[in-house]
């Protein structure tokens, strides 16, 4: 069964992330931890838990977020069957929010964390040292971000941005072939460069190396594509649009890749990020 845990805050962009999830892993058996972490021990709060939320006042007495998880069971209650094999465990607590999500991907064995966010804004400020930042580059576990516009349909686009700097390893693989493995997705390496020239050899031979490694585990078809531009981001951003690209993948270890993506750009250079969940997967 797999283990998933969910921080929420309540918030619609939190609630939108459950409702991906549940459709997502919809034929597989899951366990689904709602996990709510009370930073800072007062009994109201004016900001999400992990600030990527809409500003909403939440009343924070322990009976009132016990009735808001039990709202939440009831959302993913609803939208199973009898047949699936789904449970939900619920768990509410104080303190830090980032040593919360360690303590229970450790005791609950957690495999994937599920988490929302409100589009290029708190995308990039997710980047920027907020929780959920954190989350990604300093916890060990594959993180799903999805954006409060994204909604979840067969994967046929995926696109893996690399530059070739972090192994790929065979756990990177098997979670990549848990996710999409089963689907008729194809998966698009893609390779950004400021000019034009012929790569140079090692890059050729790691090209050919990703692809054969990849296909000799995962069905999917899989393709290597090479965008010239000026800057990392303008390149994936016009990759992801003529492709319709469903998901992108990143390792979360290649944070020099994700820190130039979202970080040397304006919020509306990264507006392609509003609408594609990106999963970020440990890179050892």
């Known amino acids: 069964m797999k283990k998933i845990l969910i921080p929420t805050d309540f918030s619609e962009n939190s609630k939108n992330a459950i409702r991906y999830a549940l459709d997502l892993f919809k034929e597989t058996p899951c366990h689904y931890y709602l996990l709510y972490v009370n930073v800072d021990g007062s009994k109201h709060f004016e900001n999400p838990?992990?600030?990527?939320?809409?500003?909403i006042l939440v009343d924070k007495k322990p009976k009132v977020i016990d009735e808001r998880l039990k709202d939440l069971v009831k959302l993913i209650n609803s939208a199973s069957t009898k047949n699936q094999q789904h449970q939900t465990t619920t768990l509410s607590e104080e303190g830090f929010f980032l040593k919360a999500i360690r303590k229970h991907v450790l005791d609950k064995n957690i495999e994937l964390i599920v988490m929302g966010t409100r589009g290029a804004t708190e995308i990039k400020e997710f980047f920027m040292g907020s929780h959920a930042?954190?989350?990604i580059t300093k916890v060990e576990c594959d993180v799903l971000i999805i954006p409060d516009k994204a909604r979840y349909t067969?994967?046929?686009?995926?696109?893996?941005?690399?530059?070739?700097?972090?192994?790929?390893?065979?756990?990177?693989?098997?979670?990549?072939?848990?996710?999409?493995?089963s689907q008729k997705a194809h998966?698009?390496?893609?390779?950004?460069?400021?000019?034009?020239?012929?790569?140079?050899?090692?890059?050729?031979?790691?090209?050919?190396q990703w692809i054969e490694k990849l296909s000799r585990?995962?069905?999917?078809?899989?393709?290597?594509?090479?965008v010239v531009a000026s800057k990392i981001e303008h390149g994936i951003d016009h990759f992801a649009k003529s492709t319709?690209?469903?998901?992108?993948?990143?390792?979360?270890?290649?944070?020099?890749l994700l820190h130039r993506l979202f970080l040397d750009t304006t919020v509306e250079e990264v507006s392609f990020c509003t609408k594609i969940p990106l999963l970020s997967i440990q890179g050892s």
């Not at 838990?49 to 500003?55: F, I, M, R």
């Not at 067969?154 to 493995?181: H, M, N, Y």
């Not at 319709?244 to 020099?256: F, H, Q, R, T």
């Open 49 to 55: 838990v992990y600030n990527l939320g809409t500003n």
């Open 133 to 135: 930042g954190d989350v």
């Open 154 to 181: 067969a994967f046929k686009q995926v696109i893996f941005p690399v530059d070739f700097e972090s192994p790929l390893s065979e756990e990177i693989i098997k979670t990549t072939r848990q996710l999409i493995g």
């Open 187 to 208: 998966i698009k390496l893609l390779y950004i460069t400021k000019s034009g020239i012929p790569l140079i050899k090692e890059i050729e031979i790691l090209q050919k």
């Open 217 to 226: 585990i995962l069905l999917n078809p899989i393709s290597f594509h090479r």
């Open 244 to 256: 319709n690209a469903d998901l992108i993948i990143m390792i979360s270890k290649d944070y020099g």
